[in-house]
């Protein structure tokens, strides 16, 4: 099928926690969606039959809970009501932003998912309900092709946003299409948790996902193309990714993924949105892992120098390091339960100092959830104290397997390359209860390697 995701520079609130009326905040998000439209259009004359959004793409962000009542639409939560904001426009009040969204999905003939701000009004009798006698939601809808509004969303996950209350119960969402089946919807931060992503997708056992997301890079791991595609490739399912483009801020990075493909936009430089338009298949073909040779266990000579054992911060981490020196060898290093182990050999000896690093805690900064994470970097310099650090070029081309003993069945296998480019691994999975990666020659510079687990029972 043909699938469309724009990454958006939102036209902001020069001041979001003013007190505006809504005939500004409608003129405000009017401009942003004057360019969805324009987009809508461009997606469909080129074939496409579903389009996706980013998060906050509309209202932007850094509101409070007050200053950002002018930007909520109201939406039902519910299923039962069959309901066509482009058709039926009076059916509610606060619906202008809905009934925009509605018609552009009938006049295109397309499925539109985007995010808005929501609103649900609520009796004090409700044991959640807010204070103030409101529900405000961080959502997602998607429409038909008709306009008929399919699915809504609410985000479980919030990621410091002081406006938005979290549903009382996640939401499963999905919604069926006649040219890809059933599409599964979360947003953002939802990713790195197993409420309601993950669930979700096991549960109803989906292949398609949309996700809307305002997504700040971190690297070397939490890159968004870098994980989107990790994320595609652990569940084997296709990821159509949308984000706000706001590189001041250190947001980019759209994608359309499959276990084995991806077309991606990651551009810190330029300004102004950008169109990805893809022909994916709707099956994802189970990814059979072979092995060419077994990883070998490495040799505790004692006669043998082994390398320096160092620490270093990496993500607000402190991962224990070892260097990985020469053109080939065999390298291992380990914190509490977890062991890495890497073997590996460099097409040319450059002047690049690479690590090979573990964690295997509890992660506290900007949220808190339990990783195991086997890490092969490339430092940002030649001293122990580089590795870690936001590097995003790199020249070596290197062969490798990695591999670690990690506790929980949810790995996601991360592959970065010079100028934050995608690679995919040649062989991946488990082997004598070790997951491995492997690859001959990365297609460019290596800047990251990693299995990043995640041990959601240890959140």
């Keep these: 099928y043909v699938a469309a995701v724009y990454e958006h520079e ?11 009326d809504r005939q500004s905040a409608l003129e405000l998000m009017g401009r942003n969606l004057d360019i969805y439209e324009q987009q809508v259009v461009a997606a469909a004359r080129q074939g496409a039959q579903i389009i996706v959004f980013p998060e906050d793409g509309i209202h932007g962000f850094n509101f409070t809970r ?4 002018p930007y909520l639409d109201f939406v039902l939560h519910s299923q039962s009501v069959k309901w066509n904001p482009c058709r039926e426009p009076y059916l509610f009040n606060d619906t202008e932003v809905l009934q925009r969204l509605s018609c552009m999905a009938l006049k295109n003939k397309i499925f539109l998912v985007a995010n808005l701000a929501t609103k649900q009004p609520c009796e004090h009798t409700d044991p959640h309900c807010p204070s103030d006698g409101r529900y405000q939601f961080n959502t997602n809808v998607a429409f038909n092709d008709d306009g008929m509004l399919v699915a809504t969303y609410r985000k479980h996950n919030l990621y410091f946003e002081y406006a938005f209350d979290t549903p009382p119960e996640p939401d499963y969402k999905l919604f069926d299409t006649p040219f890809a089946g059933k599409f599964g ?32 890079n971190q690297l070397p791991l939490l890159s968004a193309v870098e994980f989107q595609q990790a994320f595609a490739t652990a569940f084997n399912i296709n990821i159509l990714a949308a984000n706000i483009h706001h590189p001041t801020l250190g947001m980019t990075g759209s994608g359309i993924y499959t276990p084995v493909k991806s077309f991606i936009y990651h551009n810190m430089e330029g300004y102004g949105g950008k169109l990805i338009v893809a022909e994916i298949p709707v099956t994802t ?14 040799s505790e000579k004692g006669s043998e120098q082994l390398p320096p054992l160092f620490y270093a911060e990496m993500m607000y981490d402190n991962f224990t390091f070892v260097p990985v020196w020469g053109e080939k060898g065999e390298v291992h290093v380990c914190a509490n339960t977890l062991c890495c182990y890497l073997n590996y050999e460099r097409a040319v000896l450059t002047d690049e ?83 491995f990666i492997s690859k001959n020659r990365t297609s460019a510079g290596l800047l990251t390697a990693a299995l990043y687990g995640r041990w959601y029972e240890k959140d």
């Design 353 to 435: 100092l690479y690590a090979l690093g573990v964690f295997d805690g509890l992660h506290t900064v900007h949220g808190t959830y339990y990783v195991q994470a086997c890490a092969l970097v490339k430092c940002g310099g030649l001293s122990f104290s580089t590795c870690g650090q936001e590097v995003t070029d790199a020249t070596a081309l290197i062969d490798f397997q990695l591999w670690g003993n990690i506790s929980t069945p949810y790995i996601f296998p991360l592959l970065l390359t010079s100028g934050i480019t995608l690679d995919f691994a040649d062989h991946r999975g488990w082997k004598n209860n070790h997951y």
């Design 185 to 216: 919807m979360f947003t953002c931060f939802d990713i790195l948790f197993f409420e309601p992503a993950v669930n979700l997708i096991r549960q109803y056992n989906l292949k398609q996902i949309v996700y809307p997301t305002a997504w700040m």
């Design 285 to 298: 073909t189970d990814y059979k892992t072979t092995l060419e040779k077994t990883p070998g266990r490495v």
């Design 10 to 20: 939102s036209i902001l609130s020069p001041n979001p926690t003013a007190l505006v």
């Design 66 to 69: 007050s200053s950002i009542y």
